[in-house]
């Protein structure tokens, strides 16, 4: 009964969080370890402990009930549809999928979709607000870390019209290195990040587009920053609440919604740091008044409830497994 | 010629950092060095650099021509009085006498102000913006950190006219723990701050008040961040423009408004991190579109242009010194 | 079956360290979760997921099997008598009864030992080298983080006479912060311990006397320091082979002592670093020459296996549950 | 009656420190600001206030009075030999003139000398140890960052005949990751460094033999250490003393050796952190006793006293400036 499954782009940080999570899987275990990256054999681990990730072999694929995928955008819609097709199913943690529109996909990525026929099948899995649709996806675009933690807040206030229909949406996020993920680069130097901070891709992130489209208005104003940190991204989110919408109201709204969620907090006093969510699963959401506008503040641990741990969330509703395994 | 001043507060870390910038004068030495906690004796210095701080004696600040305060709120207005009284200029770095409000001071700082006629008289040091009134002052209110780095992009563009009047003015405010004092607490151990953050006073810091006045509306929406880092503050400004004020015009406005400014530089292009001002006086400031809004992002050093450096420039300006002199 | 425990003491690091751990046991429960603080009522937790954590009760301790007490040493003391009257196995994680010799521990902590008649008693709990006589003990000394992470390469070497027998053994030991616990300090301000390091306690430390007295000898140089860090201890170690005594010969006696031990690992090649043991109850292990000495360097997470994790790898061990349970 | 210098190497961590501390020298001005990276065309400096740096152009040294080269070792002795002909003085921070013995260089740096009739010529320059020397030397090797921290306290008491003649040596020393250069790269990735710790270059690291040839003896055993800091290196020195050397005796003999010595203070109590020295071109040594054997503390700035202020400090005295100069 046990699933088993493959992780494409084990070497990166969100393949190695999805073993960690795996190994502690009551039905689930990771027969295929591989990295995409072209030509490799496998590779040396560097400790003892680190596990053996053998170079891409699509044959391999049709002997799992499920594939991740945690390689770069572009790199993913190739092997998912070789998994798709090998009977897979398939959760694609990179940005491959995660916007419907083939056009927006080019102007945001700057090339041409790999697989546009699947984008109308792909799932955007914010398991709390997808979990029918994944019963029967064989495909899921597993969000961005970002709007995962913006959308969890904003989603239950848009549908529920309590926000001021003209106002803008504000979300200023804050986010630990790990999601630039593992390769060596200026802007993940030691000597960059540490005692510093910055803003980055103000006003042009690629995260915004996806923000926009879950929300459905354009009127999103995103800005991301890079923490001294590793793990984590905390939201400041502020809002125009409609006219005779109070905190208050808005918490309750919150707290309802998210009340049978096991991975979702509403507080309903006190605002929660990035230490209450790192290495869990869980996102965590206060909302308060300042001056004229309402203010909400979410985390999550971007490598487990903004990757990994949502990637779980999601594999264990399409292969009918119970939803938290592997994740409390 | 040289100056002679004094510190009382002296082993702080605001008043450490004065100590250093004025070892680099060239026209003030710092003749009384002392702390103003209750009963103290002289100090031992942990380290043998450290400087030796005395115990608090008013008389001996008739010597002197100046006298910094970088003692708590509260402690220093009493000080203050004294040091008038005995000729000298003063600069207070606590905020006794930011608000000019006798009430909205109680409200804000929870007791009465220890030296209400004082606050007709003191001037709010945002040096640029108050380099004529400190030339004949006695007594400067050196403004708070969080708020320099708001009020330095945000005035410019309130005093011409370039911003929406009914919309709100958000500041998301994200300091280092220096701010926070040195002082231990719970707020500032190193395992509460490490791999951590944490947004805080949401929607009641003592430092809005401050900016409502200065900036002459009460449509200020203001976060204050803890960011694991010792130095910096990075204010991100989320702003309404007027219609027809477009993001280059509130550029030129800034770049115009500080063009001659040593302290202060507007970008052409990119957007400055907290490394571009840390230990320096300067401010650094960027623009750009963002959706609907326009984005400004300000950093300062908060223990200099945040707190010591604007309090020596601003003493500069007091006793008739190169403004410059001793934070180059 | 399920064993019930009690932690005392369950509002500092370890304490929630082990009641993350105990959360993943199968075999055990945490029924009661008390601190000894004077006059407490229970804490209001700080966030919505926060464990209440009542005042110590000692009648509640005589339905529990087993008792971890995680309170300061001289506190340990008292409080083990009671649940060791009451019936339970009691792991104390202060340093109370790691010390055989009364007198050396008035030396070391500077007050009269509280049970005297209960040090000879206590199993020093170095778990793979203690497991037999634990089966049958009603108390554990857990055995302090510095001497966990110098003792585990020490011993073998040591007991299969590698070692020159006059040489100094030198440790020179890295710790994270966390070792210093959660009471906010000097020490332990973030700005005392950011882009910082210092060594303290050079020659007078406490674990000095635990290590000469698990190791029998009195040759001993044991040096701390404090890094920039929350979690983790590294030991560089420097020692003198006896004649005869290679390095691969040190490596191969310390490799087959830990062959079957689940939580110790001897590295073949490849230095160990911090971020290969935390949050994981391991040691491991490298070995090699340098000049005329041979240098070890181990690493442990001090909140782990140098505290809360062999804390319960003992408790396992004298309840008789499979010693990894909830380790893994 | 100012001198004029170049910097060749200008981009990396030295070359920029070098740049800050010559801008506050009122006797040099750094007319020349070069890269040597082949095939460059100026910096397009990141901020606005980055400097230009231009492509190395060696026709243009001949109007310098002194150059520094900040280059890679390998780079930089073509171009130190052609500065010497062009009649500069130069101070080289790179590995280039370090090693007298040829044989001794190509062993450690794995190619052939380029420059080897220069070896000869070059002083090495630990500045208060090379004084004399400094002041008619055309060539100045400056000394590499862990061998300054290890050779001021131990020459002394080398120099002294206090160490016992057939012991070991032991430095173990701790570095900010400054001293890996600018360039990223796996061992210096945010993720790799922040909340870790390792030892590296166990028994071969490149600084051993610079030790050994400057203490004048084959018993130094030496580990470097990666600290998750920016600045600063910290070594803990092990020493046997000489019988009838007293900790006392090796205290007053460091005392007495640097008593007069503007950048190096011998303490009498207490131990020296890397926050002592950060910024400052200082050396802070403490020396104790441990067990059988005598502990030295020595802390600087790698990138300053270690490097760059260093530097400075031999070109004031090869250009006859007052040795402080730029560096208080």
């Known amino acids: 009964m046990t699933k088993n499954v493959a992780i494409v782009g084990a070497s990166g940080y969100t393949g190695r969080e999805l ?156 986010s630990g290195t790990s999601g630039a993920g593992k390769a060596p680069g200026e802007r993940t130097h030691f000597g960059n990040v540490h005692e510093n901070f910055c803003a980055y891709g103000v006003g042009n992130h690629r995260h915004a587009p996806e923000i926009r489209q879950e929300a459905g208005t354009q009127r999103i104003v995103f800005t991301p920053h890079l923490l001294p940190t590793f793990r984590g991204i905390l939201s400041t989110i502020y809002l125009s609440p409609k006219a005779g919408s109070t905190v208050a109201a808005m918490r309750s709204c919150l707290a309802e919604r998210y009340a049978k969620e096991a991975f979702v907090k509403v507080y309903d006093n006190g605002w929660p740091e990035l230490k209450c969510v790192q290495h869990s699963n869980q996102c965590h959401i206060a909302i308060g008044q300042s001056g004229p506008l309402v203010v909400v503040v979410s985390v999550i641990d971007n490598l487990v409830k903004g990757a990994s741990g949502q990637a779980l969330q999601n594999m264990n509703v399409m292969l009918g497994l119970p939803e938290s395994e592997g994740l409390q």
């Open 19 to 174: 073993l960690t999570l795996i190994s502690r899987h009551r039905g689930m275990v990771a027969t295929e370890i591989m990295t995409a990256r072209a030509g490799t054999t496998p590779d040396a681990p560097q400790f003892p402990t680190d596990p053996v990730i053998a170079p891409l072999d699509l044959s391999r694929l049709s002997a799992c009930d499920g594939v991740f995928l945690c390689t770069p955008h572009g790199a993913a819609a190739p092997i998912a549809k070789a998994a798709l097709d090998a009977g897979c199913k398939v959760v694609d943690l990179s940005a491959d999928f995660r916007l419907r529109d083939e056009a927006l996909y080019q102007s945001t990525y700057g090339s041409a979709h790999p697989a546009p026929l699947l984008l109308r099948e792909a799932v955007y899995g914010l398991t709390e607000h997808a979990r029918t649709a994944l019963q029967h996806a064989r495909l899921c675009a597993n969000p961005g870390c970002y709007p995962t933690s913006v959308l969890m807040p904003l989603l239950p206030l848009l549908q529920n019209g309590m926000l001021d229909d003209q106002a803008p949406i504000i979300a200023d996020s804050k």
